[in-house]
């Protein structure tokens, strides 16, 4: 279990992680599965010492009494790798503004909610313009919002696009005659 996905993901979680993912593994919207709420308990308490994180430990502590079935306890791990890995992508997303909004811009676009997708992208072109570290992130995302905005019919250069993508190029070090 020391060596598995599991591990690695639930050692991601520090202390200061314990307290938001504990209400999404509460949450009904992001977790249906009481045994993967039993497998959280489990790891709060006893996830500092490594002994303690066996198979059979943890399936005892999941499982109970319950006859042991190794693929209910490989989907019960599972699901928490998944639900920790939504935890992280969340983290991120709450962290990184600007790319939270790129996400709801292209959902705006997808849904055709043209308010929405008009008001982000001035938002998004507004702080991407002003931002002053002008990295391979900044150029991949104006790049991204110049495709965007060509494929949606809302404006877009073709010229600024190839400009973006030469300028991420220039910041990765890469050779454009190889593209």
Known sequence: MLNSRFFELFSALRSSDHKKFEEMVNSPFFNKNSRVSKLWEYLKAKGDNDEDLSKQKIAQAVFGNEKFSDSNFRMVIASFVKLAEEY???AE???NKT???IRLFEVFLNRSLQKSFRMYLNEIE???????EKDSAHYYRKYFIECIKIRSGYGGDKKAAKKYILLLMKTLKLDAKYY
């Open 93 to 95: 997303y709450t962290m």
């Open 126 to 132: 507004k702080e991407l313009d002003q931002a002053k």
């Open 99 to 101: 790319e939270r909004k």
């Open 88 to 90: 992280l992508l969340q």
